[in-house]
């Protein structure tokens, strides 16, 4: 049974910076390509960024130069370091582990970027 839990969600102000994490159970990360996906209220899920079952990695086109995915497979965890946060980073982050049958989704850690 595959598991994904995030954490690492908060409050923050604008130009601060998170780290979210999310940990696997029931499967490697280095196996799958991963990803993490935002919501906003209304709204439906967008991709923020993703990587491959190696090292490569792509972003949305809002958060690239500020957010960096990363994988630690000893710890079995994913990452998404996040910087210089803006008021329209603010939403529910979603991590994602694709396997050949299908994805699976953590249960989301809210993000918000507000003074």
């Known amino acids: 049974q595959v598991q994904l839990v995030e954490s690492g969600g908060g409050l923050v102000q604008p130009g601060g910076s998170l780290r979210l994490s999310c940990a696997a159970s029931?499967?490697?990360?280095?196996?799958?390509?991963m990803g993490w996906y935002r919501q906003t209220p209304g709204n439906e899920r967008t991709l923020v960024a993703a990587?491959?079952?190696?090292?490569?990695?792509n972003y949305g086109d809002s958060v690239k130069d500020r957010f960096t995915i990363s994988r630690d497979n000893a710890k079995n965890t994913l990452y998404l370091q996040m910087n210089s946060l803006e008021p329209e980073d603010t939403a529910i982050y979603y991590c994602?582990?694709?396997?050949?049958?299908?994805?699976?989704w953590g249960q989301g850690t809210q993000v918000t970027v507000s003074s």
């Open positions: 994602t582990l694709s396997t050949a049958s299908r994805t699976y």
């Open positions: 029931g499967t490697r990360v280095a196996a799958w390509p």
């Open positions: 990587i491959s079952r190696g090292v490569g990695a």
